[in-house]
């Protein structure tokens, strides 16, 4: 394909910013134009969860790039702007400010939003969510005079909050409506390692539980439960997962299915439009079936953005197949994932769960599905590198302290 003259870029974020900076890094010297939602210079998320709740980070320690870097690599940066419309025919982006901006490749790198609890008294004071850098700042704020809250979704955030408020000394109670923490991601075995870990920092779970309505006046006091259950809080966290921002796109007629559809180049059905991130759906071979999948993790972000830049600056015609991989931090647990581990038919553990480090093997139809791991970094690390190369790990193997992980990690061909 010939190189494009100007790319515009819709989102601001993790992938919307790295496909810009590769774009360089590539050799592109046409125009790259960069749209964000939000004010100010893009900035890194995972750290909101964490560091910055913690009074470890502030806003200029997790920004992704400083002012200068924008200057000097000649992106230009749109903070702060609204794409309102694609004209496909045209080849511009209109702008909620009224500008139209042209393009002769589009990448949309929307993002997701936060789900909105579908409940009574969620608009009440106290109930909020944590996706941007403005929700940071205002949950760091009311944690440091909350006395009790209420995490909504034992997910990632949920769990990763739940942590920060506990070390502080507030009373903590998750509500999830599965049976488990983190279910659709990890194994039962797992799951449990770390649901005793935040209980033994004091944290409470209700499992199999609904929110069906916030109680206050004004102010949130807390939270009723479908089974007449009530929970006293003064700060609630909503963490019940996303939705993928794809309605600009199927207003363009682009093909959307929970998330922009691409394929395995990362492109849309309209050759001068590609998608990537947390909005997009596409083909992946790590996956227990052969629909796409909508991947939220940063690695994702990065690497799918490097792909479609490689593919635009003329570099790389190869398909997107990177290793999917996760982590979150949870107190003084680092949960890493590779892999796409559900569903998986065997979990095989290796480590030593009661001493506070282990890993689980997770095997569909024989073959290696997805690792997790925590506080085993070398586990993940081997994780990764078998799960690219196609090695034929066996669950004895994987279950055998004394196999060496490294030598087959290495020996094994790179699957095609």
Request: hydrophobic share 45%; with cysteine; charged share 25%.
């Amino acid at each position: 394909m010939s190189r494009p003259g100007t790319v515009l870029v819709l989102g601001a974020g993790q992938a919307g910013f790295q496909v810009a900076a590769s774009l360089r890094e590539d050799g592109f010297d046409g125009r790259v134009v960069l749209v964000g939602e939000e004010p100010g210079l893009p900035y890194q998320r995972p750290p909101l969860s964490k560091a910055y709740l913690t009074g470890k980070a502030d806003a200029v320690a997790v920004r992704l790039r400083p002012e200068k870097f924008f200057t000097e690599h000649r992106l230009e940066l749109r903070a702060g702007e609204r794409a309102v419309r694609i004209d496909r025919v045209g080849r511009r982006v209109a702008l909620a400010s009224g500008e139209s901006l042209p393009y002769d490749h589009l990448v949309l790198a929307l993002g997701a939003r936060n789900r909105a609890l579908p409940v009574p008294g969620a608009e009440l004071d106290g109930v909020v969510q944590l996706r941007t850098l403005t929700d940071a700042e205002g949950l760091r704020q009311r944690l440091e005079r909350a006395g009790e809250a209420v995490v909504v979704g034992a997910g990632f955030i949920g769990l990763e909050f739940a942590a920060v408020a506990a070390a502080r000394g507030v009373a903590v109670t998750v509500i999830e409506s599965t049976d488990r923490p983190m279910a659709r991601s990890l194994s039962p075995a797992m799951s449990a390692f770390f649901r005793d870990a935040h209980e033994r920092q004091d944290a409470r779970f209700a499992f199999g539980a609904t929110v069906v309505r916030v109680l206050g006046d004004g102010r949130a006091t807390g939270v009723e439960t479908a089974d007449g259950r009530r929970f006293p809080a003064d700060l609630v966290l909503v963490g019940i997962g996303v939705v993928p921002n794809a309605e600009l796109a199927a207003e363009a007629g682009l093909a959307v299915a929970d998330g922009i559809v691409v394929d395995e180049h990362l492109a849309t059905g309209d050759p001068a439009i590609s998608a990537i991130g947390d909005c997009a759906r596409h083909p992946c071979r790590f996956a227990g079936s052969d629909a796409p999948v909508r991947i939220e993790s940063v690695q994702n972000a990065v690497d799918q953005a490097r792909c479609v830049a490689a593919r635009l600056a003329g570099r790389s015609t190869a398909p997107y197949a990177a290793v999917p991989w996760f982590w979150s931090d949870q107190g003084a647990l680092k949960l890493q994932i590779a892999g796409l581990a559900t569903p998986h038919n065997r979990a095989v553990p290796r480590g030593d769960p009661a001493a506070g480090a282990f890993s689980v093997f997770c095997f569909r139809g024989g073959r290696l599905a997805g690792v997790e791991s925590a506080n085993r970094p070398l586990d993940h690390v081997f994780a990764r590198k078998l799960l690219a190369n196609g090695a034929d790990l066996t669950p004895e193997q994987a279950a055998d302290p004394g196999f060496d992980l490294k030598a087959l990690a290495a020996a094994a061909p790179r699957a095609a």
